[in-house]
């Protein structure tokens, strides 16, 4: 037997010979005090509001200041900012400034939260809005359809880098835990032995599938969704070059592979897993359009070749810069999918489950 206050052990007795105390079986969990004052649980927590707003104004700051700075090294280089930001190089900019400068705000924003995607996708879908009043006070004409498709791309990349900053920098755990009595306390040990110690997750390959049916229309028909948008509403949404066009279209794309690797890694509990699958055999198709039409390759896949600085031909090197790519953004997309529709519960506990029902 044991006595809580002397921390010792006896034998043959029911009180403690020390201290007069009753003696407690290894079992037995102590009475506790509901005197004693709780803890705050919300102490080194901010706000939600307080990490949306430092989040968005540190994004906003960072790529306000980005973007003077590269004009100011444009014009000491006697290049005008105005026709450089509108060409393809310009608009690839601005799009990888956007994106840091999201991911830094996502990740101040997901820090020490248990589940940060929210904050993130907030914090990018603000900026997004942000950068696109800043955009049109600038002088942008509105009208551009870039603009518009920007905010859900910065959405998504903000929720992704605030799921990682909720990770690198956890939540502070609530230590809590109510007391149980004995028999509630054996049972739970009892449960807890006969669960198993290694859950294989399967892969389903429906879900594999349908993200890999999404990730290929992105890819292949994302030109044809960007000109039956621009037609649909009657030219309210334009782009004013070939290059805007290109780059909106290359947009499409992104967010279709990150959308189909969310689909492929929805509720399965591997998500990387899925996407990295969907992600492959879309390689697989798109390198095969690739080979079929060499001198006609789809818009979004020439972009990339093209900020890749990989000519398409030999079609071995522009194979391989397509495949690691589109692997790549379809794991994000597969994690991010798994973060936020986790599964409802393990095999051997919905069993259990319903033999208690």
Known sequence: MFCTACQATFVGSARCPRCGGELISPDEAPQSDFTQPTLDSNIGRSALLHRFVVGALVGLGLYLGFRRLASGV?????????A?????????????????????????????????????ALIGSL????????EVFDGTPPQLLALYI???????????AAGVGSRIWPAIPEIDTPVRAAKTLSSVRLLMTDMPSHTERPTSW???????ALMSVGVLLADDFRTAIQRGTAGMFKVDSVGQGRFVSFQLATLAVLVGGMTAAAGTGAGARHGMYASMFTSALVVGVMASRPG????????????????????????MAMGCTLTLFGILGGWLGGQLFLPLAPAHMRQRLRSID
């Open 127 to 134: 900026c997004g809005g942000l950068f696109l009043a800043a």
């Open 150 to 160: 920007q905010p859900l791309l910065l959405g998504v990349l903000g929720g992704i």
């Open 74 to 82: 444009l014009l000491a280089r006697n290049v005008n900012p105005e």
């Open 206 to 212: 429906l879900k594999v599938t349908l993200g890999i």
């Open 296 to 319: 006609n390759l789809p818009s979004p896949i020439s972009y990339t070749l093209e900020l890749l600085s990989v000519p398409p031909q030999p079609i071995t090197a522009a194979a």
């Open 84 to 120: 450089w930001w509108d060409s393809i190089p310009g608009l690839s900019t601005i799009f990888g400034l956007q994106t840091v400068a999201v991911l830094v705000g996502g990740l101040l924003g997901g820090a020490a939260r248990t589940r940060g995607f929210a904050t993130g």
